[in-house]
C-alpha cells in the first residue's frame, strides 16, 4: 500500500512540477508577444513624431498643396487615435489598427510624391534628412512587425500543441493575431517617369 502511494505522490510531483514549468514557459512567451508589441507601436510612435516636421518643411516650399497636407495630418491624427493594448489584440482591432497606419503610409506617399513638383525641395538638406528619418522608420516597422509575427508565432504554437495546450486553456492563454500584408500589396507598384 505504501508502495503504491509513494508512486501516486511521484505521479502527481511530475505532474504539478511540469505544470508549473509549463505556466512559466507560456509567461515568457506571452511577455515576448508584449514586448514585441511595444517595439511596433515604439517605432508606429517615432514615425507619427516625424510627420509634423516633414510637413512643415515641405508646406514652406509647396504652400498651394493643403489638401495633401490635411490628408497627412488627418491620417496621423486616426492613427494616433487607433491604439490597442496587448490585451485587446484581437484580430479585428488589429485589422483596423493596420488600416489606420497604412492610411498614414498612403498620406506619406503623396505628401513626398509632392518633392517630384519642386526641385528646390528635394536638394534641401532638411527634407533630405527627413525622408532619410522616414525611410529608416518605415524599415524599422517593417523589422519590428517581422519580430512581433515571430514571437506571436512562437507562443501560439506553445499554446496549441499537446499537453501545454491544457495549462494554456486552464490559465487563460489565448492565441495572438498576426500582422498581415494589406489588401493590394501582391502587385508591384506602376512607377512611372
Known amino acids: ?3 503504491t502511494w509513494l508512486i501516486v505522490i511521484a505521479v ?12 512559466n514557459s ?7 508577444v508584449g514586448n514585441a508589441w511595444s517595439n511596433v507601436e515604439n517605432q508606429y510612435q ?20 493643403k489638401e495633401t497636407f490635411q490628408a497627412v495630418v488627418e491620417a496621423r491624427s486616426k492613427a494616433t ?12 482591432k488589429m485589422a483596423a489598427y493596420q488600416r489606420a497606419q497604412g492610411e498614414v503610409g498612403s498620406a506619406l506617399n503623396r505628401l513626398l510624391a509632392i518633392s517630384e513638383n519642386y526641385p528646390e525641395l528635394k536638394a534641401s538638406e532638411n527634407f533630405q534628412t527627413l525622408q532619410a528619418q ?5 524599415n524599422r516597422i517593417s523589422v519590428e512587425r517581422r519580430n512581433f509575427n515571430e514571437a506571436a ?9 499537446f499537453p501545454k495546450n491544457i495549462f494554456a486553456g486552464m490559465f487563460g492563454f489565448e492565441k495572438r493575431p498576426y500582422f498581415e500584408a494589406e489588401e493590394g500589396a501582391e502587385k508591384a507598384p506602376e512607377v512611372k517617369f
Request: net charge neutral; aromatic share 6%.
Open 134 to 138: 522616414l525611410e529608416g522608420t518605415e
Open 46 to 65: 517615432r514615425r507619427s513624431d516625424l510627420i509634423p516636421n516633414l510637413v512643415n518643411t515641405v508646406k514652406g516650399y509647396a504652400a498651394h498643396e
Open 1 to 3: 500500500m505504501k508502495k
Open 153 to 161: 508565432r512562437t507562443y501560439n504554437t506553445a499554446i496549441r500543441r
Open 81 to 92: 487615435q487607433t491604439t490597442i493594448s496587448i490585451d485587446e489584440l484581437t484580430p479585428e
Open 26 to 32: 507560456l509567461v515568457s512567451q506571452e511577455e515576448k
Open 12 to 23: 502527481i510531483a511530475v505532474i504539478v512540477i511540469y505544470g508549473i514549468t509549463a505556466y
